[in-house]
């Protein structure tokens, strides 16, 4: 199986202020990766496809890139209804598998 | 607008059997593979399982394998899950998932149905 390792595990940071998280697969999976977003008792909520690909609705602050096996989301001037957990997904093949998450909070 | 409604979830004994449910609205359900995945409590996500739109092709996490049988009918719009064996690490929020476009990322969600495992 893929493992996805996801960091940080928890993030703080302020308004305005410029976040990156991380994913980085224990193999090859191409741009087969996504991003998605889970706020408290809701369900998530798709982010980011195919590594670069901004889903529909989602503001344009959010973007992500790739570097080899290594997965970046960016949130450009976070805002308060960025809170939440992020969740970093590798659909290349199954069983397709999950980052642990990393939990964003304001400072 | 897509929703997909899950139910069937509850209180069951380890060893025992329950059935999920998930109708889809406002889409072509028949054009599209379905997924489950679960959430324990204060965890993170784990995929359980998936089913193409017209059923050919069915994978199942290791973990659920020989124990959980995903199935759907496209006439009714609904996506099943029958689970056996239930085990207490099997608690957890279930939920279906649409595969969206040709890779196999999730494009909607539905709100969950809980499931706990104990006696």
């Known amino acids: 199986d893929i493992q996805m390792t996801q960091s940080p595990a928890s993030l703080s940071a302020s308004l305005e202020e410029i976040v990156t998280i991380t994913c980085q697969a224990s193999?090859?999976?191409?741009?087969?990766l996504s991003w998605y977003q889970q706020k408290p008792g809701k369900s998530p909520q798709l982010l980011i496809h195919s590594a670069t690909s901004l889903a529909d609705g989602v503001p344009s602050r959010f973007s992500g890139s790739r570097s080899g096996t290594q997965y970046s989301l960016k949130i450009n001037r976070l805002q308060v209804e960025d809170t939440g957990i992020y969740y970093c997904?590798?659909?290349?093949?199954?069983?397709?598998?999950f980052g642990g998450g990393t939990k964003l909070e304001l400072k | 607008e897509v929703q997909l409604v899950e139910s069937g979830g509850g209180l069951v004994q380890p060893g025992r059997s329950l059935k999920l449910s998930c109708v889809a609205s406002?889409?072509?359900?028949?054009?599209?593979?379905m997924n489950w995945i679960r959430q324990a409590p204060g965890k993170g996500l784990e995929w359980v399982a998936y089913?193409?739109?017209?059923?050919?092709?069915?994978y199942y996490a290791e973990t659920v394998k020989g124990r959980f049988t995903i199935s759907r009918d496209n006439a009714k719009n609904t996506l099943y899950l029958q689970m056996t064996s239930l085990r207490s690490e099997d608690t957890a929020l279930y939920y279906c998932a649409r595969k969206g476009g040709i890779t196999h990322y999730f494009d909607y969600w539905g709100q969950g149905v809980m499931v706990t495992v104990s006696s």
């Open positions: 193999q090859d999976i191409g741009n087969y």
């Open positions: 997904l590798q659909h290349y093949s199954a069983p397709w598998t």
């Open positions: 406002g889409f072509t359900f028949s054009n599209y593979g």
């Open positions: 089913i193409s739109s017209g059923s050919s092709y069915i």
